[in-house]
């Protein structure tokens, strides 16, 4: 689903875009091509020419290869009346902060021939915030680069103040010459003599230096194997709840087992570095590439939650890292106050300079109570409660964060407002405008978004069961299994809809509910919030025409003036949000529904090689045989890759029901 100009090829937090030759051009925008390491373009120009022209492109590069690698067939430019005198076969890969090249140069000839290979090469150390297509511009004083002839290569450098990262390129056989090109690239030549069908080869190593990297990932322990199987689950509370102990999806419809395949492949190529509270070294999931191949705390969570059956060494290691993020004192930049849980880190020279806030945030409302409430259902799921006594200390500075910041506690809801200088919405629809009311005008002021509030309850209710059978603290459970009564009777009172037998979207800061209807209603029924009939009332509702697509469930339900089949919280369909609502119906015994939600984001899989894309555009069957895809869509990522698990989950809750009728 991203664009069919790139490869991508991903792995422990490194990413590489080619061309469907292999190249890099430079490209920003949308999607821009290069080398990236800690949001850091470190190879800005990777491109090669035979015998002084641009290649033609017989087989071009893919990502679909099992192992990670891209492999793309050339030959030199040329017309019908001659038969290509050499075949370039160029193979890539990308390890933790590293490219590997191996060109391997045939002659097809039977005479012995010489072919002249150039690669010209650059690094610009682009910050990935400058590659963005808004039209921003960030200043960068007293920044320098520099280029190093090697034995065997070139190394770029890039100095700002106390900043410098390093692009070093290396190859085997040395190139007969490195030439200047007048642009700042440098460009690596061979002249290769070739025998008669012989074949020679070139091996090239880019290795990126980024400013701040840790130990190379391959001493961390690994959380994710390389291998398929397990579920993932909706949260348990003790009632309500689909069984989330299947196993493998052998039994599963047709495509479910390569999903999972497939979506595992890319939780495993999309770890990145962190740290625990001891300082131990971790791998959690980045959120998604090509923008955010870095910790998101709401992101690492639902992922962790849809895998937790699998694969709970992944959760252990994000409740891990963000405990070791959480906020312990106040920052207005950040949005930060005690036990706040964050939402985005960023290691790249613009966070570190401070000229985006990102290096640590916390705009979100919903990354704490999703903390706690993912650390309580782990001791349940893996009957371990070392860890629920690890964070104990953490976990509790959540909650207290929730009733002395976050709203909980002197108004009633978790609530946010639009930060100036960072996101506007702090739940998950976090774009500008996806807050709304039923004709498109975006809600102001504080607001308490549905979504966030059913996290809060589940929250409450883990944590209230943690600190009755782990922390021994039975006051403190009673306390919290109070005010989660109290926060399902004032939301059913403030938030239901009677006209529309359904919740508003939020309440602005007078009370007032927005009423768009939105997908955010599946979050209610996953966590619990709503009673039995209110929830079998939404359920089926969600699966209306104007919500239910085919593929899955749209954000704002058709037919409203605020939706918009392409707009990114306002009318696409997410693959993660439907598994939400679907695992929620299963939670309410809505059986049927939740297999029917199943089956579409599976179909949507089939359309999609298996790997479900992060959104895709609102438009229905009826409209166009094949999904739409979202221009903007990051791919792979997390959430959608763990998908399947929870999809896993809804199938075995709905047992024969999963049948395809069909």
Not at 147 to 172: C, H, N
Not at 559 to 588: E, F, K, N, T
Request: charged share 20%; net charge negative; with cysteine.
């Amino acid at each position: 689903m991203i664009s069919t100009r790139h490869c991508l090829l991903v792995r422990d937090g490194t990413f590489a875009a080619v061309t469907p030759s292999g190249d890099i051009t430079g490209e920003r925008g949308t999607w821009p091509d290069g080398l990236f390491e800690r949001d850091a373009r470190h190879l800005s120009r990777w491109q090669l020419t035979m015998d002084g022209g641009t290649p033609t492109v017989l087989a071009p590069a893919s990502d679909a290869a099992p192992d990670g690698t891209a492999v793309s067939v050339l030959v030199p430019p040329g017309g019908r009346s001659e038969a290509p005198a050499h075949t370039v076969f160029r193979e890539q890969a990308v390890t933790a902060g590293t490219l590997t090249e191996r060109l391997r140069v045939g002659s097809n000839r039977g005479e012995p021939s010489a072919v002249l290979l150039a690669l010209t090469v650059d690094a610009d150390f682009a910050d990935q915030f400058e590659l963005r297509s808004d039209h921003r511009f960030y200043d960068k004083p007293y920044a320098v680069r520099t280029r190093t002839m090697l034995p065997d290569g070139v190394e770029f450098g890039y100095r700002r103040q106390d900043w410098e990262s390093k692009t070093t390129i290396t190859a085997d056989p040395a190139p007969d010459a490195v030439e200047e090109t007048g642009s700042g690239a440098r460009r690596l030549v061979w002249r290769l003599e070739l025998a008669a069908h012989a074949t020679a080869e070139i091996r090239l190593t880019v290795r990126a230096l980024p400013h701040g990297a840790p130990d190379p990932l391959e001493t961390v322990p690994d959380p994710l194997p390389r291998a398929a199987g397990g579920t993932g689950g909706a949260p348990d509370t003790g009632d309500n709840t689909g069984d989330n102990t299947g196993n493998a999806a052998a039994d599963g419809p047709p495509g479910l087992a390569r999903a999972r395949a497939r979506g595992l492949a890319d939780l495993a190529a999309l770890r990145v570095a962190a740290t625990g509270p001891d300082g131990e070294a971790l791998r959690v999931p980045a959120a998604g590439v090509p923008w955010f191949v870095t910790l998101l705390g709401r992101h690492a969570l639902i992922t962790s939650w849809f895998t937790l059956a699998q694969q709970p060494d992944l959760a252990a290691a994000t409740l891990a890292a963000l405990a070791a993020t959480q906020a312990t004192g106040e920052d207005a930049e950040r949005i930060a106050q005690p036990g706040k849980i964050v939402h985005e880190v960023r290691q790249g020279e613009l966070a570190h300079f401070r000229q985006v806030p990102y290096d640590r945030y916390f705009g979100a409302v919903d990354s704490t109570p999703l903390f706690v409430a993912l650390l309580g259902a782990h001791a349940r799921a893996t009957g371990d409660d070392k860890l629920a006594l690890r964070l104990q200390r953490q976990a509790r500075a959540a909650v207290a964060w929730m009733f002395d910041h976050g709203g909980l506690g002197d108004r009633g809801y978790l609530l946010y407002q639009a930060d100036r200088g960072g996101l506007a919405n702090q739940s998950w629809k976090d774009s500008p405008g996806a807050v709304c009311t039923a004709d498109g005008t975006p809600v102001r002021g504080v607001i308490a978004a549905a979504a966030p509030q059913g996290y809060a309850y589940e929250a409450l209710r883990q944590a209230a069961h943690l600190a009755r059978a782990v922390w021994d603290a039975p006051g403190y459970a009673a306390r919290l299994e109070d005010a989660a009564r109290q926060l399902r009777q004032r939301f059913l009172a403030d938030f239901w809809l009677p006209e529309e037998n359904f919740p508003a979207l939020a309440l602005d800061g007078e009370g007032n509910a927005a009423d768009a209807l939105a997908s955010d209603a599946g979050h209610l029924l996953w966590t619990g919030l709503l009673d039995q009939e209110r929830g079998e009332a939404v359920g089926r509702r969600l699966l209306a025409a104007d919500f239910f697509s085919g593929w899955g469930i749209r954000t704002v339900a058709a037919g409203q003036g605020a939706y918009h089949p392409l707009a990114y919280h306002r009318g696409c369909v997410w693959p993660h949000d439907s598994a939400i609502a679907a695992l929620g119906m299963a939670r309410y015994g809505l059986r049927e529904e939740a297999a029917t939600v199943a089956r579409g984001l599976l179909d949507l899989a089939a359309r999609t090689g298996y790997r479900l894309p992060e959104v895709i555009g609102g438009y229905g069957r009826d409209e166009h045989p094949d999904p739409v895809p979202y221009p903007h869509a990051c791919s792979p990522q997390a959430w959608s890759a763990a998908t399947p698990f929870a999809l896993t989950t809804v199938l075995a809750a709905a047992g024969p029901a999963a049948a395809d009728p069909s």
